[in-house]
């Protein structure tokens, strides 16, 4: 029997089958991820877009990894800050914990998903980016079948879709917020995508498309500028170390904020012998949290500061994501998100845009304090464990201030307690904030009652605590994949 190509996971199974189409045609990790990617803008709407940004982690064998930084920056060069519009707060129910997302044209930060893209498959990938764009323009003029948890994305911000005649277009079509079985069909979104593949990214930056989603935005209060757009850059980085029961775990440096989070908390378990139990779980958690501080966050942009930060600490010597391997030894972890959405699609160019100026979690100082050109400081943690040099788990989340701790958690399910990665994501979880213990049914949280923490339940698995997707290879050289259950995710092991 011939050896698997690889593995990939993914928050759609339609985007694990595209990712493992593109690496059957010769493509490598990278490949793989980026046709996932491309086609959840389909598939996974309302979670990214062309107009969202993210990051991506990569191990390539024989180099150094590398993380790409194509998240969204603060806009405003050049803007009247009198101009900019307010921004329209609206609260999303996930049935026992809400949260208040900010959304409209004051909220759109300046995107990077499509030079993002652009980059990493001229740099690393084996297949023509028109190749790997036009099975995802194809699901995106054909249309996608809303499954069960895309259904449920869709109701709980129907608060956001409806919130334009643009938006309501695609999800609320003659005013009813579309269901499970209904076809999202996106045709405008296609001809991007083809543009995408065919001229690269200078059409969204410096191009017509540029110019029409930043005339749309001035006329309505953003914020997002010709300059901002021109100016955009994929920023390559230096992934943060954390030691781990022997492993090597590579994740998301600043000016994102949850990669380094993630190292302080590995770095503080692994001074720990055996597995962690859930008091000292959460304990950790507690601590990681009490870190981010706004002298942390001011100080995510100083290049000195991860050492100086995890030395202070630590005992060492960071949505959607798609998870990938393949038997070449290559690893791809890559997390993008388009916020909670703007409810913002320009009309003409099918491109939804992000949220992520009306984000708490990424402006917890206050809103619209960063200075333009910024990187927002993002939870995304695109993250891989190498075991003797080679990759053994690579992982990453969805879930704003719970991706950290669903990959926390996730990590210590497959080393510590030795499960495959399926299993490790959709294991019940915890996560700590604002002194409530969250947890999902499955989770024995006597002991955390015992010592007075308070506890939030919640009566199944729910999209709050993450979306986790995992890809393994074990010691023999087996591959296993989880696609996490809370946000519909598949994973492919693919055969040759």
């Given at each position: 029997?011939?050896?698997?190509l690889?593995?990939?996971?993914?928050?759609?199974?339609?985007?694990?089958?595209?990712?493992?189409?593109?690496?059957?045609?010769?493509?490598?990790?990278?490949?793989?991820?980026?046709?996932?990617?491309?086609?959840?803008?389909?598939?996974?709407?309302?979670?990214t877009?062309?107009?969202?940004?993210?990051?991506?982690?990569?191990?390539?064998?024989?180099?150094?990894?590398?993380?790409?930084?194509?998240?969204?920056?603060?806009?405003?060069?050049?803007?009247?800050?009198?101009?900019?519009?307010?921004?329209?707060?609206?609260?999303?129910?996930?049935?026992?914990?809400?949260?208040?997302?900010?959304?409209?044209?004051?909220?759109?930060?300046?995107?990077?998903?499509?030079?993002?893209?652009?980059?990493?498959?001229?740099?690393?990938g084996?297949?023509?980016?028109?190749?790997?764009?036009?099975?995802?323009?194809?699901?995106?003029?054909?249309?996608?079948?809303?499954?069960a948890?895309?259904?449920?994305?869709?109701?709980?911000?129907?608060?956001?879709?409806t919130?334009?005649?643009?938006?309501?277009?695609?999800?609320?079509?003659?005013?009813?917020?579309?269901?499970?079985?209904?076809?999202?069909?996106?045709?405008?979104?296609?001809?991007?995508?083809?543009?995408?593949?065919?001229?690269?990214?200078?059409?969204?930056?410096?191009?017509?498309?540029?110019?029409?989603?930043?005339?749309?935005?001035?006329?309505?209060?953003?914020?997002?500028?010709?300059?901002?757009?021109?100016?955009?850059?994929v920023?390559?980085?230096?992934?943060?170390h954390?030691a781990?029961?022997?492993?090597d775990?590579?994740?998301?440096?600043?000016?994102?904020?949850?990669g380094?989070?993630?190292?302080?908390a590995?770095?503080?378990?692994?001074?720990?012998?055996?597995?962690?139990?859930?008091?000292?779980?959460?304990d950790?958690?507690?601590?990681?949290?009490?870190?981010?501080?706004?002298?942390f966050?001011?100080?995510?942009?100083?290049?000195?500061?991860?050492?100086?930060?995890?030395?202070?600490r630590?005992?060492?010597?960071?949505?959607?994501?798609?998870?990938?391997?393949?038997?070449?030894?290559?690893?791809?972890?890559?997390?993008?998100?388009?916020?909670?959405?703007?409810?913002?699609?320009?009309?003409?160019?099918?491109?939804?845009?992000?949220?992520?100026?009306?984000?708490?979690d990424?402006?917890?100082?206050?809103?619209?304090?960063?200075?333009?050109?910024?990187?927002?400081?993002?939870?995304?943690?695109?993250?891989?464990?190498?075991?003797?040099?080679?990759p053994?788990?690579?992982?990453?989340?969805?879930?704003s201030?719970?991706?950290?701790?669903?990959?926390?958690?996730?990590?210590?399910?497959?080393?510590?307690?030795?499960?495959?990665?399926g299993d490790?994501?959709?294991?019940?979880?915890?996560?700590?904030?604002?002194?409530?213990?969250?947890?999902?049914?499955?989770?024995?949280?006597?002991?955390l009652?015992?010592?007075?923490?308070a506890?939030?339940?919640?009566?199944?698995?729910?999209?709050?605590?993450?979306?986790?997707?995992?890809?393994?290879?074990?010691?023999?050289?087996?591959?296993?994949?989880?696609?996490?259950?809370?946000?519909?995710?598949?994973?492919?092991?693919?055969?040759?």
């Amino acid at each position: 029997m011939a050896e698997p190509l690889g593995v990939i996971a993914a928050g759609h199974p339609v985007c694990a089958q595209a990712g493992a189409d593109a690496m059957r045609s010769g493509g490598n990790a990278v490949d793989g991820a980026l046709a996932a990617m491309l086609s959840s803008f389909a598939c996974e709407p309302l979670l990214t877009s062309l107009g969202a940004g993210g990051y991506m982690l990569v191990v390539e064998p024989g180099e150094a990894p590398v993380l790409l930084d194509f998240f969204v920056e603060a806009p405003g060069r050049g803007a009247d800050p009198a101009a900019r519009a307010e921004l329209v707060p609206v609260s999303v129910s996930f049935g026992d914990a809400v949260q208040v997302f900010n959304i409209g044209p004051a909220s759109v930060g300046t995107y990077g998903m499509a030079a993002g893209v652009c980059e990493a498959s001229s740099r690393f990938g084996r297949i023509p980016l028109a190749d790997l764009a036009a099975p995802a323009a194809r699901l995106a003029r054909e249309g996608v079948e809303l499954n069960a948890a895309q259904a449920y994305v869709v109701e709980i911000l129907a608060g956001i879709v409806t919130s334009t005649p643009e938006c309501a277009a695609l999800f609320a079509p003659d005013g009813r917020v579309l269901q499970a079985g209904d076809v999202v069909r996106q045709p405008e979104l296609a001809e991007a995508l083809e543009r995408l593949g065919g001229e690269g990214a200078a059409p969204f930056y410096t191009g017509d498309i540029a110019s029409a989603i930043v005339s749309w935005l001035a006329d309505r209060g953003g914020i997002v500028t010709a300059s901002d757009l021109a100016s955009y850059a994929v920023v390559p980085r230096e992934p943060i170390h954390a030691a781990y029961r022997g492993r090597d775990v590579m994740t998301n440096p600043p000016p994102s904020a949850g990669g380094i989070l993630i190292a302080h908390a590995l770095a503080l378990l692994d001074a720990c012998a055996g597995p962690p139990d859930l008091p000292l779980i959460v304990d950790t958690m507690e601590r990681t949290q009490s870190e981010r501080t706004p002298e942390f966050l001011e100080g995510l942009d100083d290049p000195e500061f991860v050492s100086r930060f995890l030395a202070r600490r630590s005992p060492l010597g960071s949505t959607t994501h798609v998870a990938v391997l393949d038997r070449e030894g290559w690893a791809c972890s890559v997390t993008s998100s388009n916020g909670s959405c703007s409810g913002v699609v320009v009309s003409g160019t099918g491109i939804h845009l992000n949220n992520m100026l009306g984000e708490q979690d990424l402006n917890p100082l206050g809103f619209h304090r960063h200075p333009p050109g910024r990187r927002l400081p993002s939870m995304m943690s695109p993250t891989v464990v190498l075991r003797d040099g080679a990759p053994e788990l690579v992982l990453g989340s969805a879930g704003s201030n719970r991706i950290r701790s669903a990959v926390l958690q996730t990590i210590i399910r497959v080393i510590d307690d030795g499960l495959e990665a399926g299993d490790a994501v959709r294991a019940p979880r915890v996560h700590f904030e604002d002194g409530i213990v969250y947890a999902e049914p499955g989770i024995d949280t006597a002991a955390l009652e015992r010592a007075g923490r308070a506890i939030g339940r919640f009566r199944e698995l729910n999209l709050f605590f993450g979306g986790a997707q995992a890809a393994a290879r074990d010691g023999h050289g087996s591959f296993s994949g989880g696609g996490d259950p809370r946000r519909g995710g598949a994973a492919v092991v693919v055969s040759a």
